[in-house]
């Protein structure tokens, strides 16, 4: 069974069914998620932002567009990340949403529809950037286009498969390619 894009609780439910039954005693997909949630937070206040996301987030706040964020990450890792020092002023909780929100997970389209109703936004004319296939399948169902992120985790067949669905047939490694091919043209 795949994982990507299902809900953090979904996860958690698979996870203990994957266990031998002497180790899922006393498991519930709360314990799971609490264990886990200990060691995410950990993660999420010192995980880097990818390379220009800040220059790209307020470049785009600078031009007038609205930036909201839709993902599957859980409302409280979320937060962690808000929270941070170092987070784009331009992301405000009011313009996140996550899949646990909307009841659906990825490939699901409710969270990015969701996203673009909280800016105010018709869905066709946003872009999101994506970096797993269920997630690039849910943007292009709600009507936006879609641009490739590869990243630590990605595979390459996933990356194949991911850059046949995107803009441009190709994955971006990082937001400060955006401005290198723009700035070089």
Known sequence: EDIEG??????????IRLLPAALQSGLTPASVMDEWNATAHQMY????????AHRL???????????????ALPGDLLCVLLARPDCPSA???????TCEEVG???????VYVTAA????????????????????????AAGMRVFGMRD??????????????????????????????AEGA
């Open 117 to 140: 109703s909280r800016i105010a936004a018709d869905p066709r004319r946003c872009v999101a950037f994506e970096d797993t296939l269920k997630g690039a399948n849910a943007a292009i």
């Open 152 to 181: 630590e985790i990605t595979n390459g067949h996933v990356e194949a498969e991911l850059a046949k669905m995107v803009a441009g047939g190709k994955l971006i490694d990082c937001f400060e390619s955006l401005f290198a091919s």
């Open 91 to 97: 992301l405000v909780l009011e313009h996140c949403v």
């Open 6 to 15: 299902m809900r953090y609780s979904q996860i958690a439910e698979y996870t």
């Open 57 to 71: 987030i307020a470049s785009l706040v600078a031009a007038g567009v609205k930036v909201a964020v839709a993902t």
């Open 45 to 52: 206040t010192e995980v880097a932002w990818t390379a220009g």
């Open 104 to 110: 659906a997970a990825k490939p699901d389209p409710r």
